[in-house]
């Protein structure tokens, strides 16, 4: 598939989420990169602002499996993954499939599930595989988990460990919409809501076609090691206790050729970087003690080293004018 291909179904399944989700065109297009770039959500907000809607609209408006895991604190890993059955009949045991062998699977409050049933989604995160009783189940592509959570609730909760919070590529943050997009939702809901009507824009197999397009974007060396010196100097920063993971490196570098294909280009420059940056790495920085005490927040963090670490140049490389080093 060509890359202008890729682009336009990129830009239909954009136009074809905003029917649902108002006013939110950045956060849309964030969703889209993830999915262009093989990476998994972490959709995190208040009640009521539209995250489950964006995950429901995402999974319709593609031709692929789509499963709800409703998360609560009694479900078991095997919930998730599903089960060996013996089937009196035939004298041996059936795998049943979990929700999480589905394409797009939309894991709800994921923080109200216990640390053992959370570690249900690792290997399928990181490996797009199941394995139960020793049988190793592929999942089929495109694959992607998109988890909600609240952040002001604190009773009932477990929160997400580092590890599995490193296995999501970007945080989304919707936010509430504003007073004329509220008034806009309304109008659009007064009969029925608009993801009761939302058809598919795009097939599985042209998701996998685009996957592989986004791979093509030429990324410069320089562009390569800036990208490389952000999650660096995140391990290196006085407020954080722990900083980004190679992980981050690898998920920034995927998501900017995506965002360079969406904005029409063979070629990533260093604004994609930094238009990334917090987004993909400000989940997976942890603030130190002291620093939480002063109301540091990751993403200051993360915005800091933005500021700090030099931009290279692009006059000098010519990434800028064609696209080449």
Not at 138 to 167: C, H, K, S, V, W
Not at 236 to 244: F, M, S
Request: charged fraction near 25%; proline fraction near 5%.
């Amino acid at each position: 598939m060509e890359q202008s291909d890729a682009r336009g179904i990129a830009e239909r399944i954009i136009e074809n989420i905003q029917r649902v989700i108002v006013g939110k065109g950045r956060e849309v297009e964030t969703a889209v990169i993830a999915l262009l770039s093989q990476g998994h959500i972490l959709i995190e907000d208040v009640p009521g602002v539209g995250k489950t809607m964006l995950g429901k609209s995402l999974a319709r408006s593609i031709d692929c499996v789509f499963k709800r895991i409703q998360l609560t604190p009694d479900m078991l890993p095997s919930d998730i993954t599903g089960v060996s059955v013996f089937n009196q009949q035939t004298r041996e045991f059936e795998f049943r499939p979990g929700p999480i062998l589905g394409q797009i699977v939309l894991a709800d409050e994921i923080n109200r599930a216990t640390p053992k049933t959370q570690s249900a989604l690792l290997e399928a995160m990181g490996e797009r595989q199941v394995t139960v009783d020793g049988i190793t189940h592929r999942i089929a592509r495109p694959f992607m988990l998109m988890a909600t959570e609240n952040p002001i609730e604190y009773e009932g909760i477990f929160p997400l460990p580092e590890a599995q919070l490193d296995r999501f590529m970007v945080r989304i943050q919707l936010g509430y919409p504003s007073l004329d997009d509220e008034i806009s939702i309304i109008d659009r809901q007064r009969v029925q809501h608009p993801i009761d009507s939302l058809g598919a824009v795009a097939s599985s197999d042209e998701v996998n076609e685009a996957q592989e397009a986004v791979k093509t974007v030429f990324v410069h060396d320089q562009v390569r090691r800036y990208i490389v010196s952000l999650v660096h100097a995140t391990r290196t920063h006085g407020d954080a206790a722990l900083g980004a993971s190679p992980r981050a490196s690898l998920a920034l570098f995927r998501a900017c050729q995506a965002l360079a294909l969406l904005r029409g280009r063979d070629y990533v420059i260093p604004d994609d970087v930094k238009e990334l940056a917090t987004t993909v790495m400000g989940h997976r920085v942890i603030v130190t003690p002291s620093a939480r005490m002063k109301r540091v927040e990751r993403s200051h963090i993360v915005e800091e080293v933005i500021s700090q670490v030099a931009v290279p140049g692009g006059r000098a490389t010519g990434w800028v004018a064609t696209g080449r080093g």
